[in-house]
């Protein structure tokens, strides 16, 4: 079973970048896509940004060129650089994965931007 912890959310100026972790700990070799996903406040969950074992990436149109995901070597870590915030960038970051035990997902993280 795999458990997803996110990290590195906070409050920031727009126009800055901030970098969110999402550690996998248990069966982590099993992840085969990992994904970000946002949630405003009175807004639906919104699919952000995949990226595969193989490392092939896919983007949500509302943030391609802006953020970039990726993950280390050893499978555990996945990131999500985010460049040029706006402020209806305000969401908490969930990250989640597919497993073959089915999707598990994190807590998520709180990202505040400010104008």
């Known amino acids: 079973q795999v458990q997803l912890v996110e990290s590195g959310g906070g409050l920031v100026q727009s126009g800055m970048s901030l970098v969110l972790s999402c550690t996998a700990s248990?069966?982590?070799?099993?992840?085969?896509?990992r994904h970000w996903h946002r949630q405003a406040p009175g807004r639906q969950r919104e699919w952000l940004a995949s990226?595969?074992?193989?490392?092939?990436?896919d983007y949500a149109d509302s943030v391609k060129g802006r953020f970039i995901i990726s993950k280390d070597h050893t499978q555990t870590t996945t990131y999500l650089q985010m460049n040029a915030l706006k402020p209806s960038d305000t969401a908490v970051y969930y990250c989640?994965?597919?497993?073959?035990?089915?999707?598990?997902w994190g807590q998520g993280t709180q990202v505040t931007v400010s104008s």
């Open positions: 248990g069966a982590a070799s099993d992840i085969d896509v």
């Open positions: 989640s994965a597919n497993t073959r035990a089915g999707v598990a």
């Open positions: 990226v595969r074992r193989a490392g092939d990436t």
